[in-house]
């Protein structure tokens, strides 16, 4: 289903959690619910954390559509400057109508601009223009630094294997302001962060004051798809 080509997007941009207190990111493990027009239909958990001294990212989410039902893991580890290290995708597509059931796996490693993917065991190596991020903490950093002053813009060259294996795409990150948004049944006040990529559609996310994403809205396909914060 063209659909479900939707859930490498989601998780380029599910990993905006962040903290109010400059110079400092929040380290923890959040919940969402994902919902496609209005109607739940999976699940995302996002952790943050470092491990033998690099930062690592992971987003485990589930989306079932009819029959098909698709399960995606991607973990991200940089070093503490945003340097890319290591990126791996896992993606698991099963019909329950036929019983048939896909596995993709992506592995990128770096070397600076030098990208060894292994893509389902077979392996490639490009040289991609720099500089470029992968999706980890830079963008949470920089929104940090500024203290989410309406107005500030960060731009940054993103890596993703999922969109392009040889060249990078350009992602913008705009703060918006604040603004009253429904987030399990009650009215917030959220500041307001969209996002925009490339020859992609835009992303609108929703922070508390401590900076953690409370809810996600992308506009794609004639479909709503939403991520809400459960815990």
């Known amino acids: 289903m063209k659909t479900l080509r939707l859930i490498p997007l989601i998780l380029i941009l599910a990993s905006l959690s962040c903290n109010k207190v400059p110079g400092e990111i929040t380290k923890g493990?959040?919940?969402?619910?994902?919902?496609?027009?209005?109607?739940?239909?999976?699940?995302?958990?996002?952790t943050s954390?470092?491990?033998?001294?690099?930062?690592v990212n992971r987003t485990a989410m589930s989306i079932k559509l009819g029959t098909i039902k698709n399960s995606s893991i991607q973990t991200?580890?940089?070093?503490k400057?945003?340097?890319?290290?290591?990126?791996?995708i896992v993606n698991t597509m099963e019909d329950t109508s036929?019983?048939?059931?896909?596995?993709?796996?992506r592995i990128a490693e770096f070397s600076e601009n030098t990208v060894t993917l292994d893509s389902d065991g077979t392996k490639a190596v490009?040289?991609?223009p720099g500089p470029f991020i992968i999706e980890g903490e830079f963008f949470t950093d920089s929104l940090v630094r500024g203290r989410f002053k309406e107005g500030m813009e960060v731009?940054?060259?993103?890596?993703?294997?999922?969109?392009?294996?040889?060249?990078t795409i350009l992602v913008i990150v705009n703060v918006a302001g604040r603004k009253n948004i429904t987030v399990a049944g009650k009215e917030r006040s959220l500041i307001?962060?969209?996002?925009?990529?490339?020859?992609?559609k835009s992303v609108d996310e929703y922070l508390d004051d401590s900076g953690v994403t409370q809810k996600m809205v992308i506009k794609m396909l004639n479909n709503i798809f939403e991520l809400e914060r459960i815990d």
């Open 192 to 200: 307001h962060v969209r996002t925009r990529f490339e020859k992609l």
């Open 155 to 167: 731009r940054a060259r993103l890596y993703e294997p999922t969109v392009a294996a040889d060249k």
């Open 29 to 46: 493990e959040w919940h969402y619910r994902l919902m496609v027009n209005g109607v739940r239909a999976g699940s995302a958990v996002i």
């Open 49 to 55: 954390g470092e491990k033998d001294g690099m930062l």
């Open 98 to 105: 036929s019983g048939s059931r896909h596995l993709i796996t």
């Open 81 to 88: 400057d945003f340097r890319p290290v290591r990126l791996e």
């Open 76 to 79: 991200v580890t940089e070093t």
């Open 126 to 128: 490009y040289k991609v």
